[in-house]
């Protein structure tokens, strides 16, 4: 099975692009959505953050918003956070993998924001960047729930710049020429892995 980490800054169509590519017969793993199990009711993550950050936790569960007001007010949180969240989602990714390759699958598409600011691209068989043009990128973030131009910089602050993940990609497939356009382009890239 051919291992294959797909990422993206904010806003690019990660989670469209993923999905074209479970459409095409790709397994996939969302790192995103790990998370969000993580921070659910009975998640693994929540008596973690309990621990550190009691104050965001409501009815068993991780109030994302209030995390959130922690991040941006100390940097190091970033860090604490990620110390113990990314083991637990590599323990997912794990599991996610095996079952993939119990079902025969051919392609495994690991959907994972920060995948070279983490150096996990190095234990990958290729990498595709999603990418758009910088207008559509923070129409798409500001459309969002409680987005605000200044979280949106925070994010990007925090994120490889758009230009330097391209550079570092085997594949770029882009999200702004329309939903046909990148269809075609996931099936381009699926048939070239699969040869």
């Keep these: 099975m051919i291992l294959v980490g797909l990422t993206g800054s904010i806003g690019m169509g990660k989670t469209t692009t993923a999905q074209m590519f479970k459409d095409a ?26 621990a550190v950050f009691p104050d965001v936790i409501e ?11 922690h991040l941006q007010a100390d ?12 083991p637990l989602v590599g323990e997912m990714r794990t599991s996610a993998i095996k079952e993939a390759e119990r079902l025969g699958k051919k392609v495994m598409i690991l959907d994972v924001p920060l995948l070279f600011e983490t150096g996990g691209d190095k234990k990958l068989d290729k990498t595709i ?3 758009a043009n910088s207008t ?38 882009l999200t702004d ?13 699926m048939e070239d892995l699969l040869k």
Excluded: C
Aim: glycine content about 6%; aromatic content about 6%; cysteine-free.
């Design 25 to 50: 017969g790709a397994a996939v793993f969302d790192a995103d959505q790990a998370v969000h199990k993580l921070y659910a009711r009975g998640g693994a993550a929540v008596p973690i953050l309990r």
């Design 129 to 131: 960047v999603v990418s």
């Design 59 to 69: 009815d068993g569960a991780v109030v994302r918003t209030r995390l959130a007001k």
């Design 75 to 86: 940097p190091l949180h970033f860090q604490v956070l990620e110390s113990f969240i990314h």
């Design 177 to 189: 020429k329309g939903l046909a356009f990148t269809w075609q382009e996931v099936q381009n890239v």
């Design 136 to 173: 559509t990128q923070k129409e798409r973030v500001l459309a969002r729930p409680g987005m605000s131009s200044d979280k949106l910089d925070l994010i990007l602050s925090r994120q490889m710049t758009d230009i330097e993940k391209r550079k570092r990609a085997d594949y770029i497939i």
